[in-house]
């Protein structure tokens, strides 16, 4: 039986919580995540895991929050005039609004506090903060390198 080494295009199933146990994500009640090992599209910390596992594996990682989505950054919140929101966008805590940066990428800001007449959003990751602990189990290697 292969492991799975850089390079190769893998499905896995992971559970994720925080510290405190709370879980933020799993991929148990839907297909397996599925991508290639190295590519830079998830955690590198969490790629670099699969690393090594056999198919029917499981393996438990603890990523720190700046090896994960990095720590809270202060100057990603800000405080808006409330007329710079349009008019239909109905403003409540926890909404996610999406807007164009200058060189073209979509940020997405969430609201975290309305006042009379400012809006505080926010632009950090949800989990920047946060250490985060994986259970991953390596379900199938579709494609060796």
Do not use: C, W
């Not at 295009?9 to 148990?28: A, E, I, M, P, R």
């Not at 996610?96 to 200058?102: A, C, G, W």
């Amino acid at each position: 039986m292969s492991t799975a080494k850089l390079g190769d295009k893998v499905k896995v199933h992971y559970t994720g919580v925080l510290d405190d146990g709370t879980q933020f994500d799993t991929s148990l009640e839907r297909e397996p995540l599925e991508f290639v090992i190295g590519e830079g599209m998830l955690i590198k910390s969490f790629e670099d895991a699969v690393i090594g596992l056999k198919t029917g594996e499981n393996k438990n990682v603890h990523i720190l929050a700046r090896d994960a989505y990095g720590l809270r950054r202060e100057d990603l919140i800000a405080e808006i005039p409330k007329s710079n929101i349009p008019d239909d966008i109905k403003l409540e805590i926890g909404l996610r609004l999406q807007m164009q940066t200058k060189d073209d990428q979509t940020m997405v800001l969430k609201v975290v506090e309305i006042s009379e007449d400012k809006v505080t959003l926010d632009a950090n990751h949800e989990l920047a903060g946060e250490n985060l602990n994986f259970d991953i189990e390596l379900v199938e290697i579709t494609e060796a390198a």
